[in-house]
């Protein structure tokens, strides 16, 4: 019995000493499991095989099957900031770098008007931008029925009863643009100024334009001269007046010729203009865009409202 244990001890190391001789634990062997026989194999049939992600090492990003490296599935870089406002069925592009600094009201006035001259929006430009925003070539795009305008060029000051020279529309940090669908009453968009209320007294604008002209009473008493305190008619007459009024005296008013001179050189936006074009404060903060459309923009309802920029990527977009 003795010899009989030493004989199978010694059978049991042998075989030790040859699988260690082989790979032992390392040997490829060793990771190897049970398998199955694909279909083919097994007689016939289809199988399924699953998309795995690809990754690889010094990366985080994983790349699903049918997209390509480093972008995602609405085609936006990695990292990148998705369209606002985004809404099925309605595709929007890259988001633009100028959409942390313009933003739009989140409403149309007056949308769906049989008045496109009433219906509008609203952008502006972050009081902290670093730069100014040139907004001529940006489009305005409707999402729901693909109606879209360029925004045009406009003209900084312009002129009563000439037709004004165009330049680029630039928006400063802390200003607005308000962009009427319709056309412009003076023929051309413009920047409001201190003066332009007069443009009011024979035309219609919406928004109402501001009313902040000098006072008749204050242009008699600062450009009438010498004859102002010799003519208390004139004085009298010109308390009357609202601010931005253009004035037009009747017969009854006995007005000096020297007075209704005065009224009719002055008394009005070019004249308001000649007089105080240099004044630190007659700049506006808001432009009047027109897109100079015959019939109405957006929607009433179901609408998308898309600003783009010259790239045609998203500024800013809203819907209702």
């Given at each position: 019995?003795?010899?009989?244990?030493?004989?199978?001890?010694?059978?049991?190391?042998?075989?030790?000493?040859?699988?260690?001789?082989?790979?032992?634990?390392?040997?490829?062997?060793?990771?190897?499991?049970?398998?199955?026989?694909q279909p083919d194999v097994l007689g016939g049939g289809t199988y399924l095989q699953l998309p795995r992600a690809s990754f690889g090492t010094g990366g985080s990003n994983v790349v699903l099957p049918g997209s390509s490296s480093g972008e995602s599935s609405y085609g936006a870089p990695s990292g990148a900031t998705p369209p606002v406002g985004r809404v099925p069925g309605v595709a929007f592009s890259l988001p633009s770098p100028y959409s942390n600094i313009v933003s739009m009201n989140s409403y149309v006035s007056n949308a769906s008007s049989s008045d496109p001259g009433t219906e509008y929006v609203e952008i502006s430009v972050a009081q902290n931008a670093s730069a100014s925003i040139k907004l001529t070539g940006w489009i305005l795009e409707s999402g729901a029925t693909g109606n879209a305008e360029i925004i045009p060029k406009g003209t900084r000051v312009p002129t009563s009863g000439v037709v004004n020279a165009q330049d680029d529309i630039v928006l400063e940090p802390g200003e607005r643009a308000i962009i009427i669908s319709g056309e412009s009453p003076v023929g051309a968009s413009f920047r409001e100024n201190k003066c332009i209320g007069y443009f009011g007294?024979?035309?219609?604008?919406?928004?109402?334009?501001p009313l902040n002209c000098p006072s008749a009473s204050a242009e008699l008493s600062s450009f009438y001269g010498t004859p102002y305190i010799h003519d208390p008619s004139c004085i009298d007459y010109g308390n009357t007046l609202l601010r931005c009024q253009v004035a037009i005296p009747s017969s009854s008013a006995e007005l000096s010729n020297t007075c209704q001179s005065f009224i009719e050189t002055r008394l009005n936006y070019n004249g308001c203009v000649t007089a105080h074009r240099a004044d630190s404060d007659f700049n506006g903060d808001t432009w009047r865009i027109y897109l100079g459309r015959e019939e109405h923009m957006w929607r009433a309802k179901h609408e998308v409202v898309k600003l783009l920029d010259d790239r045609g990527k998203t500024v800013a977009s809203f819907n209702y």
């Open positions: 019995m003795e010899h009989d244990a030493w004989f199978f001890i010694g059978v049991f190391v042998f075989i030790f000493l040859i699988w260690v001789a082989t790979g032992g634990p390392l040997h490829p062997l060793a990771f190897t499991g049970p398998t199955l026989a007294s024979f035309q219609k604008f919406s928004p109402s334009l």
